[in-house]
């Protein structure tokens, strides 16, 4: 009687060849997952740098509401000081005239509306910047998330791809913190 061959040499590649395809799931995931990262880091860059230019703008804004506000009380202190001059000169026929008075107190109404103005802006400013503060932190936790990712990958340590979706977690709170605050 023959000897039955068992095809052991077929089954152990089967199984190293389905313990390849499971490190290779392994890879998929880590590398999609990466992606999703790269996507969060870009949108958290984007929406950084759009509250950085608008609280540059405002704070330009509120430079120049700040710059007209100086001009006005250049405006009302010459208005006073005309006022106060033809009153003080003896015996002058030129009496001081109810416009002077009319323009101080425009001028002292105007000044506080501008100062009011200039200081939503600057209020507006620093919202945003703390705003792009937030998500600046949110990018950098990606980016750092995904080169641990990388260094899982290459090392092909599963241990350093979870910190990495952790380290993503945390980066998405901060990404929604920018947005919601």
Do not use: C
């Amino acid at each position: 009687m023959e000897e039955m061959e068992i095809p052991t040499e077929h089954l152990q590649e089967a199984i190293h060849e389905k313990a390849e395809e499971e490190k290779e799931k392994w890879v998929m995931w880590v590398a999609l997952s990466t992606a999703f990262m790269a996507v969060l880091a870009a949108i958290a860059g984007l929406m950084g740098g759009h509250h950085v230019n608008e609280a540059l703008i405002d704070q330009i804004k509120a430079s120049d509401q700040w710059a007209y506000y100086q001009a006005k009380g250049i405006k009302r202190e010459i208005s006073a000081s005309a006022d106060k001059i033809l009153e003080a000169i003896p015996g002058s026929k030129v009496v001081p005239t109810a416009e002077l008075k009319e323009a101080v107190a425009r001028y002292e109404k105007e000044k506080e509306e501008i100062k009011a103005t200039a200081e939503e802006h600057q209020k507006a400013s620093e919202e945003h910047l703390e705003k792009h503060v937030t998500l600046a932190k949110a990018v950098t936790i990606f980016q750092i998330a995904i080169a641990i990712s990388a260094i899982a990958i290459l090392t092909r340590k599963k241990p350093l791809w979870y910190g990495s979706i952790a380290l993503t977690l945390a980066g998405a709170v901060f990404l929604l913190l920018g947005i919601l605050h």
